[in-house]
């Protein structure tokens, strides 16, 4: 319970995949704090991109790598050591029938990186000030 471990990966209607992570850890006596990473990384291609932001392909992949990944935890403390496995089954289960559609929409991936990409550049303009 220490380190990262893939739980399970799924196929999106997109083409994406979704992960689950346990990056649960120890804390005092037989308590854990259960934390659950979704991961679902997006290759950043010429036709994932809307139109007007094809002609910055290559500034878009040098700002954000070539798959920016999309993340998001939950998190629950002192939970007991025996609890664990059932409560990270269920939480995934959670996640998996809420989000499953969001992030396999074929409009996902594209929104994605757009969404990357405006906050890099408005991190540049901070940065510049």
């Known amino acids: 319970m220490n380190s990262e471990k893939l739980q399970t990966r799924h196929a999106l209607a997109n083409g994406l995949f979704l992960q689950f992570w346990d990056l649960s850890r120890p804390m005092i006596g037989d308590r854990c704090q259960l934390v659950l990473e979704i991961r679902v990384a997006v290759p950043i291609t010429a036709g994932l991109l809307a139109p007007d932001l094809r002609p910055q392909l290559d500034r878009i992949i040098a700002a954000l790598g070539e798959a920016p990944v999309f993340t998001k935890q939950e ?55």
Do not use: M, T, W
Request: hydrophobic share 35%.
């Open 75 to 129: 998190v629950r403390n002192f939970v007991a050591a025996g609890d664990a496995a059932s409560l990270l089954k269920q939480i995934e289960e959670q996640l998996l029938a809420s989000l499953r559609a969001y992030l396999g929409h074929p409009d996902f991936p594209g929104k994605f990186i757009r969404k990357r990409y405006a906050e890099h550049q408005e991190e540049q303009r901070c940065q510049r000030r």
